[in-house]
């Protein structure tokens, strides 16, 4: 007998002989029934996790789709959701809650494996919403069989392939169903009994509905079901406590606000005026539901995540609810928070604070809009009467740090309403300023003045000197380093073109020097300040970038920029330099040998980074040179250490890298990446026992110097010497044999700009690369086939076919020479590769240059070198 006809009417016979025989033996019809029940649940799920083989797994999924109808009538016959005639043993199996749950469970299963026909969805739609009305009425339903009602009605109104073809027939069945008032009434129970995890299961229905026919809820919005359902999700957004704390059903409308929104503004204006009265009240709850809890101090951090957590989807359908509101939202929370400030406490501070929070996360768009009310808070008036005192009262309690940190982060988020403002920018930045003097809002302020110099840095010239003074105070403080960082880059961008940059440039130096003095003088702790004033220096650097397309007035701009802070600019590099130097690095406590400290390495990096221009750069420095200098002090202490010079290569291969397009001396930095390449092929070959080790074990070392050479074959060839090139390709043959992610890509990515730079200079007589090509290329070809013959996972060769199409792309003379060669070989690159397969493989390599081609070609091959085809998981 087929496959097919074996499983022909299993399901049926097999519950039709477990009935027979739980009769036979005098088994009540409840033993049957439970027998039945387990098996129909199970039977998607099991007989596609048993069948065996492709023509057995076809006749049972088969099977399945013949019984799905059948099926699901059974289970909705125990939960009450049929609707003709019950089985005996269905209807004595259906007395008991527990196998209810089990029932709906099934019918779960069953929606999953997919239900043939849309009339019998909608029968089973019908009567889970009718048995789920049941269910709602009684206050004492099971819990565990609303939660598993909910979750099957869930997936049948959430059904988006049955919500594109049947809008109005099964979407309107659901609508009226779900908005006849008593899907309300039970969340109303929960808001009540403080019961989340029910309303949870309630509010999932309403969800699902409510994002799947969210233009059918629009369309009928005037109607008294849709605003049954809208009214459920208002009062699941403004479920009763605190996200996180004590509650976790108040997020779940929130997308839902989204879909509506944008369903509203596609509709057009008559649409938008219609859900203007639901938003309102959306803000209302949500502006409720931000605040903080009295109880957040005492809470856990898993308590406060999920809090965050929702803040930030509350901030979203907040900028959702500006949409749709527009000036009368900004002009109602404005107003209630003008209000709120002026009754503030240091007890009684959450309400002001949830309001400036909802009018920061609108502050992108409110401020952009440049809406008018937004003046009954960011006057100057109202600045310096409201904000100000909040951030003058100086460090506090924990709710009043709250509070401040909301006041800065409202000014930073209208940073684009600032630009019309000039009578409020003053205060706004004052306001700012003062905070940066708070530990506790030293974070946000850096953040908000930030943003504001963005914005508004042609307005502030005429501030730069006082910013300069508060960025100056701000190194001299106890201010974070990281927020220093901020200020400084910040000011520095405003302060520039005002030309007034000298005395923070001469600031962040000074502070450098004196660190340096301090690690010179091994004073405990002085690396990291060394680090961090080198950090502030890159900051300073950033800000100071000019446009890369600068036009004539910009670069006379930059020159006298420069000239301005010429002296801070030689004292740089000067301590730069000492930075480098034996003595100031610190010592391992344990053998007293001299170690490079990674976080200064990488700092001083980081300042050279920050001045490689192509257009000349206020700080800049010799780029070339000091990485020259510091690789070679670093190789000179890891000689000492092993293989620890290896590990910290990778910044100054980085910083190499970035230097390639922008540094003027082209000797000079061809000198350097021969160095650099020569270091760390060498390392690599010492601090292993083989290169393929190597690789494997310093991933990052091989991706960084693999980029420096391909991005010197992109930008400027010249950068790459031969030699360096010639010890590259050798070292990439290698990794080609090492069977990761991380060890492949970048030699792969290196060979093929390698074999496109071979094929373009193959007209210079002069260039040495289309020889080095042909000296590796068939080396690289074999480690190629072998990495697709056997030795590689599945996953890697996509690739693989992409090194294989650069070579054939740009190299098919050669290349098709060197594949016949190898693929004559016995038993290459696999034994279960025929003479044919192999033949086949190459005829339909040699006639493509689609790479989605390339790639099936390699998979097939793949799969018959592995001996894998015709097996299930190969597919």
């Known amino acids: ?396 309690a924990w709710g009043l740090a709250t509070l401040q940190s909301a006041v800065v982060a409202l000014l930073g988020a209208y940073a684009e309403w600032w630009r019309a403002q000039d009578d409020a920018l003053p205060a706004a930045v004052a306001c700012v300023a003062a905070a940066l003097a708070l530990p506790a809002t030293a974070a946000p302020a850096a953040a908000a003045l930030r943003r504001i110099c963005d914005a508004c840095g042609e307005q502030l010239r005429g501030a730069a000197p006082a910013l300069v003074r508060v960025a100056c105070d701000a190194l001299a403080a106890a201010v974070a380093p990281r927020e220093q960082q901020r200020i400084v880059e910040a000011v520095a961008e405003v302060a520039a073109p005002a030309l007034c940059v000298a005395p923070l440039a001469a600031a962040a130096v000074a502070r450098l020097h004196a660190s340096i003095a301090a690690l010179e003088a091994a004073a405990p702790g002085a690396p990291a300040a060394v680090a961090a004033s080198l950090r502030v220096v890159e900051a300073l650097a950033r800000g100071l970038q000019g446009d890369e397309d600068a036009d004539a007035d910009a670069l006379r701009l930059a020159a006298r920029v420069a000239d301005s802070v010429a002296e801070p600019r030689e004292a740089l590099a000067a301590l730069m330099a000492r930075a480098v130097d034996v003595r100031v690095w610190p010592r391992d406590a344990g053998s007293g040998v001299a170690d490079v400290d990674d976080a200064v390495a990488e700092a001083l990096l980081g300042v050279v980074g920050a001045t490689a221009r192509r257009v000349p750069h206020a700080l800049a420095l010799d780029g070339v040179a000091f990485v020259a200098h510091a690789w070679d002090a670093a190789v000179a202490r890891g000689s000492a250490l092993g293989p620890r010079w290896a590990d910290q290569s990778a910044p100054f291969l980085a910083c190499a890298t970035q230097l390639v397009p922008v540094a003027p001396d082209a000797d000079a930095l061809a000198a350097l990446v021969a160095r650099v390449v020569a270091d760390v092929c060498a390392g690599l070959a010492a601090s292993h026992a083989s290169l393929p080790a190597a690789i494997e074990q310093q991933p990052v070392v091989c991706e960084a110097v693999f980029g420096l050479a391909e991005r010197a074959l992109a930008v400027r060839p010249a950068a790459l010497p031969p030699c360096a090139a010639q010890r590259l390709a050798c070292l990439a043959e290698h990794a080609l044999a090492v069977p990761t992610r991380l060890a492949l890509r970048p030699p792969a990515h290196f060979l093929a700009a390698l074999a496109r730079h071979a094929a373009a200079a193959a007209a210079d007589p002069a260039s040495a690369m289309p020889a080095l090509w042909l000296q590796h290329g068939a080396a690289c070809l074999r480690a190629t086939l072998a990495a697709i013959g056997a030795t590689h996972p599945r996953s890697l060769l996509p690739a693989l076919a992409e090194l294989l199409l650069a070579m054939l792309r740009h190299h098919p003379a050669p290349v098709r020479l060197w594949l016949l060669d190898l693929l004559a070989a016995p038993a290459f690159p696999s034994p279960h590769a025929d003479a044919d397969a192999k033949r086949l493989f190459a005829q339909q390599l040699l006639a493509t240059r689609s790479l989605a081609r390339v790639k099936a070609v390699v998979a097939d091959f793949a799969l018959k070198c592995r001996n894998m085809q015709g097996v299930d998981y190969a597919s």
């Not at 957004?237 to 996200?243: L, V």
């Not at 949830?354 to 937004?374: D, M, N, T, V, Y």
Request: include cysteine; proline fraction near 2%.
């Open 1 to 396: 007998m087929s496959e097919a006809g074996r499983w022909r009417g299993v399901l049926a016979a097999a519950v039709e002989a477990i009935a027979a025989g739980a009769a036979a033996a005098g088994k009540s019809s409840g033993s049957a029934g439970r027998v039945i029940v387990d098996l129909v649940a199970q039977f998607p799920d099991e007989v596609q996790r048993t069948a065996r083989g492709q023509a057995q797994r076809g006749a049972a999924v088969q099977e399945a789709r013949d019984a799905a109808a059948a099926a699901v009538a059974m289970l909705a016959g125990v939960v009450g959701a049929g609707d003709g005639a019950v089985a005996d043993y269905a209807a004595a199996v259906g007395q008991d809650a527990a196998w209810r749950v089990r029932a709906w469970r099934g019918i779960l299963q069953w929606l999953h494996f997919g239900l043939a026909g849309d009339a019998a969805f909608e029968r089973l739609l019908g009567g889970s919403l009718r048995a789920l009305e049941r269910l709602a009425a009684r206050a004492d339903s099971d819990s565990d069989e609303v939660a598993a009602a909910a979750a099957a009605v869930e997936d049948m109104v959430g059904n988006t392939r049955v919500a594109a073809q049947y809008a109005r027939t099964v979407g309107g069945l659901a609508l009226e169903r779900l908005g006849a008032g008593w899907l309300g009434a039970a969340v109303q129970r929960c808001a009540a009994a403080r019961d989340d995890e029910g309303a949870m299961a309630w509010a999932s229905v309403a969800v699902a509905f409510g994002e799947t026919y969210t233009e059918l809820l629009l369309a009928r919005l005037g109607s008294a079901p849709a605003q049954q359902i809208v009214q459920v999700m208002l009062a699941i957004t403004a479920f009763p406590g605190t996200h996180g704390f004590d509650e976790g059903a108040s997020d779940q409308p929130l997308n839902f606000w989204y879909l509506l929104q944008e369903a509203a503004t596609d509709a057009g204006a008559d649409a938008v005026a219609a859900v203007r009265p639901v938003f309102a009240q959306v803000v209302r709850a949500v502006v409720a539901k931000s605040a903080y809890p009295a109880a957040w101090a005492r809470g856990g951090r898993d308590e406060r995540e999920r809090f965050g957590a929702f803040r930030r989807e509350a901030a979203d359908a907040l900028l959702n609810a500006y949409y749709v509101l527009r000036d009368d939202m900004v002009d109602a929370l404005a107003a209630d928070a003008a209000h709120a400030l002026a009754q503030a406490t240091p007890d009684a501070w959450r309400d002001a604070e949830a309001l400036l929070f909802a009018l920061r996360s609108i502050g992108e768009a409110a401020g952009a809009g440049g809406c008018a009310a937004l003046a009954r808070l960011l006057s100057r008036d109202a600045i310096e009467r409201l904000l100000q005192p909040v951030v003058a009262a100086g460090a506090g």
